[in-house]
């Protein structure tokens, strides 16, 4: 069984930096795509990053040059580096893991991020 657990999220000021850890448990993490997301209150979870087994990656428009995903596969950790932080991103974070050709998401339990003066 995999599992995932977020961390490093908090409360910061508009301009500020945040980043974010999702450690998986079990093995072959090497296989996994890893996917961050965000959750607002009281709105749909959004596609934030993706990191692929490969390497891989991509953005969200809203995100991109701002955010930066990368993976650690010593510790098997996912990091989201977040600069420049605007009160939009705002939101619960969750990172998601796949295996490579499978159709299986694991998911870790969130960190709330909040931009806030």
């Known amino acids: 069984q995999v599992q995932l657990v977020e961390s490093g999220g908090g409360l910061v000021q508009p301009g500020g930096s945040l980043r974010l850890s999702c450690a998986v448990s079990?093995?072959?993490?090497?296989?996994?795509?890893i996917t961050w997301y965000r959750q607002a209150l009281g709105k749909q979870r959004d596609f934030v990053a993706l990191?692929?087994?490969?390497?891989?990656?991509n953005y969200a428009n809203a995100v991109r040059g701002r955010f930066t995903i990368s993976r650690e596969n010593a510790k098997n950790t996912v990091y989201l580096q977040m600069n420049n932080l605007k009160p939009q991103d705002t939101a619960v974070y969750y990172c998601s893991a796949r295996l490579r050709e499978t159709a299986t998401d694991y998911w870790g339990q969130g960190t709330q991020v909040t931009v806030s003066s």
């Open positions: 079990g093995s072959n993490f090497m296989l996994y795509h």
């Open positions: 990191l692929t087994s490969g390497g891989n990656i």
